[in-house]
């Protein structure tokens, strides 16, 4: 296989403030695994017999070895839940088992996904790397691959605009107040970041994430708003108060005429 660069020698495909990221956050630290090489691994196929593992599946397990193993950090995160500001911070492991990794074939989609530690929280699902370069999860353990994020670096992308935005005012935004969001003016989406179920977009005072819930029983959109500085929760407070006022009249007007 092609050398490959770790993203901590060579974070050039990634943006400057996810670099500043990685320089601030992130370590690596090396694998202690030893025995035999990837290519003895040996997954199980449709039938559920052992079988070697192909070759595509072999090429992105060591890829990922390679450009992100023992890749390191946290990521800082806030919001308000119910009314108080909830702050966290999780580590992220780019690890995986080597010879014991978990692989399965996906019938959806086509090619193969395999486990990595992920995030280090405890939780029903796996975190999960497909052939096709994706990240994805299974959800509760059982479910069938979910694609979360298109690559690795989109991952890393969005983890430091989560940490970076950590320190700022978390907003009570939801979903019966997301077109508030239309009011604000100045945010650009971040491509390197966003994608169809988690979009970033950012202003110089104020940050917006929309994203997709894993929940099967009731799937909707959430909307998570933070400001900076005192420019940006003023216009935030400014946004909401005008869809509000906004809400109200277009309440008296249907009350009007349905009288």
């Known amino acids: 296989m092609k050398y490959r660069m770790h993203i901590l020698e060579d974070p050039s495909e990634l943006s400057t403030l996810a670099q500043s990221f990685l320089h601030r956050a992130a370590r690596r630290e090396r694998p202690r695994r030893s025995g035999p090489p990837i290519e003895f691994w040996r997954v199980r196929g449709h039938s559920g017999n052992l079988v070697p593992a192909p070759m595509d599946l ?17 990521v800082r995160r806030s919001r308000l839940v119910n009314g108080d500001r909830y702050e966290t911070a999780r580590e992220w492991e780019y690890d995986h088992l080597g010879l014991q990794t978990a692989a399965w074939q996906d019938p959806g989609e086509g090619g193969w996904y395999f486990e990595w530690t992920g ?18 999860t299974d959800v509760d353990g059982a479910s069938p691959y979910l694609s979360i994020a298109p690559s690795i670096p989109h991952l890393i992308e969005s983890h430091a ?37 988690s979009r970033w977009r950012l202003s110089d ?47 008296v007007t249907l009350g009007g005429t349905t009288s």
Not at 119 to 136: A, F, M, N, Q
Not at 166 to 179: F, R
Not at 238 to 249: E, K, P
């Open 205 to 251: 005072t104020v940050a917006v994430l929309d994203y997709d819930s894993w929940v099967h029983k009731n799937p909707h959109r959430r909307t998570l708003v933070w400001s900076g500085d005192e420019g940006g929760h003023r216009q935030v407070q400014a946004a909401l108060d005008r869809w509000q006022h906004r809400d109200q009249s277009d309440a």
């Open 119 to 136: 995030e280090r929280v405890s939780k029903p699902c796996r975190d999960l790397i497909h052939t096709d370069g994706s990240v994805g």
């Open 161 to 197: 605009l989560a940490d970076t935005v950590a320190s700022w005012k978390p907003w009570p935004m939801d979903s019966l107040a997301a077109s508030a969001i239309d009011l604000l003016d100045g945010l650009v989406e971040v491509p390197e970041a966003s994608w169809g179920s």
């Open 58 to 74: 072999i090429i992105r397990c060591e890829g990922f070895e390679q450009k992100y193993g023992g890749l390191r950090y946290e």
